[in-house]
């Protein structure tokens, strides 16, 4: 949510509407910042959960294991396992190895966030957590924020796992001169990601990129898509960055330039959906009775 993402993501915005909708500054603005999208009960909804959110992890966060606890544990693992320690490229240039940890960790990072999102799709108990994302009507950057706190902690423990390992394999092996590239103060691709309108993937400016850079990257428009109430467009362009990982589970979906997309769950208004009691408990109970039905299950297996 830095401000410089945020006012390049209104740049492209306004010269999105200019292009493919042929509206001027003035209508452009007046769509990015309908108050029917920013003050919907689905975008107040937002902003109550990315506040209690806050305060949660503010209590939760310390007792989380930390990158520094994991990476120092699987460093240790390693030298006890391979029994000695080879330093390698001690003859490569600092800056050789810099772009070689920059690489792994982003493409590391991104097939997990890839992977763990698939996984909250297709694992019943865990997709009803993810439910709470999807049940956004309306899109706002903020929406990016809309996560049960069980998810939260899913997506804290992911973001643990893949730099603790990239950290420690790359120190174990190459020393004292790994770091990463970074552009005020996040990861180069990430940054690269933020510049081209990556706030505007949760939103209702449905900016798309060529059909052939879509192929590799996944745009606004294309997240969009995941976000549709439509049954054909269900569990497709699971990835955040590349599109690459999509193309090779067959999940891709490119985007269209007629089709409008319609946010949420189902095209059917669930009762309390945006209600934020049942947003928090709702996923409990759909999880207990999950459970239930798996309980009688093995049973009836075990009595036949």
């Known amino acids: 949510m830095f401000y410089g993402y945020l006012l390049i993501g209104l740049l492209l915005a306004v010269i999105w509407l200019r292009w493919s909708a042929k509206q001027n500054t003035r209508e452009a603005f007046r769509e990015i910042f309908s108050s029917e999208i920013w003050w919907s009960s689905s975008a ?3 902003y109550a959960i990315f506040f ?6 503010f209590f939760l966060a310390p007792l989380l294991l930390t990158q520094l606890a994991a990476a120092t544990w699987l460093f240790t693992f390693l030298h006890e396992s391979i029994g000695y320690r080879t330093i390698i490229g001690e003859s490569w240039p600092d800056i050789s190895i810099i772009a070689l940890f920059t690489l792994c960790y982003f493409l590391l990072d991104d097939f997990a966030r890839f992977y763990v999102h698939k996984l909250l799709h297709e694992v019943p108990f865990l997709w009803a957590f993810h439910k709470v994302h999807h049940s956004a009507r309306t899109m706002t950057p903020m929406t990016v924020f809309r996560t049960h706190p069980v998810e939260g902690l899913v997506f804290a423990m992911r973001s643990v796992i893949v730099q603790a390992s990239v950290m420690a394999i790359f120190i174990f092996f190459f020393g004292g001169r790994v770091d990463l590239y970074t552009v005020l103060g996040v990861g180069v691709f990430t940054f690269v990601f933020n510049m081209m309108g ?10 798309r990129y060529w059909g052939w850079l879509e192929s590799i990257l996944i745009s606004p428009a294309q997240h969009q898509i995941h976000h549709s109430v439509e049954p054909k467009h269900f569990d497709k362009n699971y990835g955040v960055i590349l599109a690459i990982w999509d193309r090779m589970g067959k999940s891709l979906v490119k985007s269209s330039k007629h089709e409008r997309i319609e946010f949420g769950l ?4 669930l009762k309390g959906e945006q209600n934020i009691i049942f947003i928090y408990l709702s996923p409990f109970r759909e999880v207990a009775m999950i459970a239930r039905e798996c309980i009688q299950y093995f049973k009836s297996v075990f009595k036949s």
């Open 44 to 46: 107040k909804a937002d």
């Open 52 to 57: 209690i959110n806050k305060l949660t992890f």
């Open 198 to 207: 990556s706030n505007l993937r949760h939103s209702h400016i449905g900016l």
């Open 266 to 269: 189902s095209k059917k208004v």
